[in-house]
Each structure stands twice: as structure tokens, then as C-alpha cells.
């Protein structure tokens, strides 16, 4: 089976949903299209509504506010799993990165709309290809490529990551996973501890992430929990409180499906 190019998820809310340390596994594009996210970025407070993308390179963890307008929030999340053409990519920068804003021009829109849908419209491999280099080609255009891409390569953390990040609820082992990088087991632990990660810390991560999606799309906790490999609810809920700052009950309570919430209190703990 074939690496898919990117991935897209949608995220709604009726309360605010404050969360922390949000793995961003692989290059994101965020896009919210009613109400605000409150990014917290470099001792900074910065708002993002539909007029400007948040960019957001692969490695980093979000923490952020999502605040409804006329009771309601609603974004996208673009992430990009293919990289550019390298000659298009800067040498990494010393110092901290600048704003990670993009306005949003008609064209970056188009752009956006058209590889969110290229999947739906059962295009061909080659094809949709062709239409994501158009997007990142637009995207340099706007000055906003580097920002999700500000290094030639990635760190093993990060390439790591984004292997995880496309089937997040398999058996993954270090022993298992160490052969699909020409590596031995103790040389990836070896150079992840270099990096000051772990095996077991990144698929934690990569796995939490997926359970916010998860939860978006209405499934129960338990459901969750065992489509994120785990096969003990309480310990999913302690993990999830433990990276994001509230239970998966708690989330669910800021979500607007009801379904969800009759879901999550069947389940004792939540």
C-alpha cells in the first residue's frame, strides 16, 4: 500500500477546548474557518481566525485555545506527509522561527480546497501529485513554504513521527519498526536518545494526537482508546490527561456530538 500524500481532519467545538503540548507530527496547514485559536508561540499569545493559516513545521507541540464564535468552532488540518522539490527548500536558521501566519489569498484558498478534495475525486496517484507541487509551488509564491518546511531534512524524531502518524493504532515496536530505516533496534534507540526521544515517547504522542481525531468523529472512549493500540481504557485516559491537560470526557464535553457524550459515560473513569 502506498504512503498517502497528506491527510486532512476537521475539528469542531461548542465550548472552548484548551489543550496542551499537541504533537505535530508532520509540516500542518490549520486553517480556522469560525471562531479563533489562541496559540500560545515563543511567550507570544497569537489569534487565528479564517482570514490567515496557521504553518506549523514537523516536531513542534501546540498549546492552544479553541474559542467558538455564536457557539461554534470549526477548522481544518492539512497535514503534508509528501515533501517539495529539496531546491526549494532553505537551509535551517538559526534563532527562533518567525510568526507561523499566512494570509489567506484566492489563490492559496483554491489551492487548499483542490488537494482537500483530490482524494474524493479518485484522481490518480501521478495526478495528485502533480497537484500538491502546484500547491507547494504556490505556497513559496506567498512565502509561506518555508514555514512549514524550514530545513532540507528531517530529524530521525521527525521522520519517525510521520511513519507512526499513518496507521497510529498498529502494533508498532522499536524492533519491529528500526528495519523500515535500514537500522538495528539499539542504533534507532541510540540516535533517538541523541535527539532527547524515545521510541516510546513519540508513539505515545503520535497516538494522542490520533485520539483528538478520533473523538471529533464521535467515537467512544473505549472505542478510542482501542484504535489507539490500548487495551486498558483507564490507562488511555490517565495518558490522554497527561499530555493534553483534561480527560477524554472532558474533550467530548466541548465537542457537539451528543452521541459522544452519551459514548464516553458509559465508561467508568471518564
Known amino acids: 500500500m502506498s504512503t498517502p500524500l497528506l491527510q486532512l481532519h476537521h475539528y469542531l467545538g461548542i465550548r472552548q477546548q484548551p489543550l496542551h503540548r499537541v504533537l505535530i507530527y508532520a509540516p500542518t496547514i490549520i486553517w480556522v474557518e469560525q471562531g479563533h485559536k489562541l496559540l500560545w508561540w515563543q511567550e507570544k499569545r497569537l489569534a487565528f481566525d479564517q482570514a490567515s493559516w496557521l504553518l506549523i513545521p514537523a516536531g513542534h507541540q501546540l498549546t492552544f485555545v479553541n474559542q467558538p464564535e455564536q457557539g461554534k468552532f470549526r477548522s481544518r488540518a492539512l497535514t503534508l506527509l509528501t515533501p517539495p522539490p ?39 496517484e501521478a495526478t495528485q501529485a502533480q497537484l500538491l507541487q502546484g500547491f507547494y509551488a504556490e505556497l513559496q509564491a506567498a512565502g509561506g513554504l ?45 540516535k533517538l536518545a541523541a535527539e532527547g526521544r524515545s521510541f516510546r515517547q513519540l508513539l505515545t504522542q503520535v497516538r494522542m494526537s490520533h485520539a483528538l481525531t478520533l473523538l471529533q468523529q464521535g467515537l467512544a472512549p473505549l472505542e478510542t482508546a482501542l484504535a489507539c493500540g490500548y487495551d486498558s481504557p483507564s490507562r488511555f485516559a490517565a495518558r490522554f490527561k497527561q499530555e493534553f491537560g483534561l480527560t477524554p470526557y472532558q474533550y467530548l464535553r466541548t465537542c457537539p456530538s451528543s452521541l459522544s457524550l452519551a459514548a464516553a459515560k458509559q465508561v467508568n473513569g471518564y
Open 86 to 124: 529539496v531546491e526549494w527548500l532553505g537551509a535551517a536558521q538559526a534563532g527562533p522561527l518567525r510568526e507561523p501566519r499566512l494570509t489567506v489569498s484566492p489563490a492559496l484558498a483554491f489551492c487548499f480546497e483542490l488537494v482537500c478534495s483530490m482524494a474524493d475525486r479518485r484522481l490518480h
Open 146 to 190: 518555508d514555514l512549514l518546511f524550514p530545513a532540507h531534512t528531517m530529524t530521525l524524531g521527525e521522520r519517525l513521527a510521520r511513519y507512526l502518524g499513518v496507521e497510529p493504532g498498529a502494533n508498532h515496536t522499536l524492533e519491529g519498526v528500526a528495519p523500515h530505516f535500514a537500522m538495528s533496534r539499539a542504533s534507532m534507540a541510540r
